[in-house]
């Protein structure tokens, strides 16, 4: 098992900024790869940002130029660099490990007021 603890969420006013953490422990694989995903009041969760066990990042078009990912290996924590935040930006973002299995996180709420 793999828990995921995520912090780093709150209020952000528009072209402002947040910096999310999670950390994993538990049976970590330093081959699988970590990201987070989002989910809007009504919407799917949508990928906004992953990287694989070799730093490759991949990002949603929405997260190109504003966002960065980065993980802490020694510290089985992920990061995501949020700027130039707006209100679309406002949801619950999530944590996810994957492996063999695929962990999430409790979420954490980012809100952007317009």
């Known amino acids: 098992q793999v828990q995921l603890v995520e912090s780093g969420g709150g209020l952000a006013q528009a072209g402002g900024s947040l910096r999310l953490s999670c950390k994993a422990s538990?049976?970590?694989?330093?081959?699988?790869?970590m990201g987070w995903y989002r989910q809007a009041p009504g919407d799917r969760r949508e990928l906004v940002a992953s990287?694989?066990?070799?730093?490759?990042?991949v990002y949603a078009e929405s997260a190109e130029g504003r966002f960065t990912i980065s993980r802490d290996n020694a510290k089985s924590t992920v990061y995501l660099q949020m700027n130039s935040l707006t209100p679309e930006d406002t949801a619950v973002y999530y944590c996810?490990?994957?492996?063999?299995?695929?962990?999430w996180g409790q979420g954490t709420q980012v809100t952007v007021p317009s």
């Open positions: 538990g049976r970590i694989d330093s081959f699988a790869s």
């Open positions: 990287m694989s066990s070799n730093d490759i990042p």
């Open positions: 996810q490990y994957s492996d063999e299995t695929v962990y």
